[in-house]
């Protein structure tokens, strides 16, 4: 089964404007992190924000922030004031294992930002 | 403060051939992880080394082989090439290992296997 699920392959937002990448999980642990990662066409994966199970707050950074919903198991980003530079696969992603760091990748959603 | 770097940046074999990928991790970053990220697929873990030893392992062949050295940089071997090796490797390091820590990724390796 497959633990995260991205499913939008393709969005597209004006820039300036609101966009809400969608991401579901599935997991029995009650201990788990979210992550999303931004990958430009140069193929370096760069950390945008993480989410931990236990967090009380919803995660935010600059203009990244996730919506969690632990009950719903969606942790959507949203990326606030869209910038031509935004342009770009984004990838969710929750880790696994407690002796070390796996990260399980969905299929990823490309975001297009247009003047 | 150099980022993580990893060479060569592309790379064509034959099956059956072997290879050897490279790494230099982030400064002061102990821990090191390799993902292989197939055309149109999010990246799949493939083995994480934590101060020289192996400490998790994902779904990948025994023919898929790591190697992390003092300076905590690191090799990825594969052997016995197969068509559906061909793929973007990426190497990430992080400071310490704790589960929670965001990895830093170099841009990868792109293997093709013909």
């Known amino acids: 089964a497959q633990k995260i699920t991205q499913t939008q392959p393709g969005m597209f937002v004006q820039e300036k404007e609101a966009v809400t990448l969608d991401c579901t999980y599935d997991t029995s642990d009650p201990s788990y992190g979210l992550f999303w990662y931004k990958q430009p066409s140069s193929g370096e994966m760069i950390f945008l924000i993480y989410q931990g199970s236990y967090d009380q707050q919803n995660a935010t950074e600059g203009r990244y922030s996730l919506n969690f919903q632990k009950a719903r198991k969606s942790a959507n980003l949203v990326i606030s004031a869209s910038q031509l530079g935004d342009s770009a696969m984004y990838f969710c992603a929750m880790r696994e294992g407690r002796g070390f760091q796996k990260l399980v990748f969905g299929t990823g959603t490309r975001l297009l930002v247009s003047p | 403060e150099t980022g993580v770097t990893q060479s060569p940046t592309h790379l064509i074999k034959t099956r059956g051939q072997q290879v050897t990928l490279r790494c230099s991790s982030q400064s002061g970053h102990n821990t090191v992880s390799w993902y292989q990220q197939a055309l149109g697929q999010g990246p799949q873990f493939i083995f994480q080394y934590y101060r020289e030893e192996e400490n998790g392992r994902g779904n990948f062949p025994p023919r898929f082989s790591g190697l992390q050295f003092p300076n905590y940089s690191s090799e990825l071997n594969v052997n016995a090439l197969e068509l559906d090796d061909s793929a973007l490797y990426l190497c990430?390091?992080?400071?310490?290992?704790?589960?929670?820590?965001?990895?830093?990724f170099g841009s990868g390796t792109q293997l093709s296997v013909l």
């Open positions: 990430a390091s992080s400071p310490s290992g704790r589960v929670d820590e965001k990895l830093f």
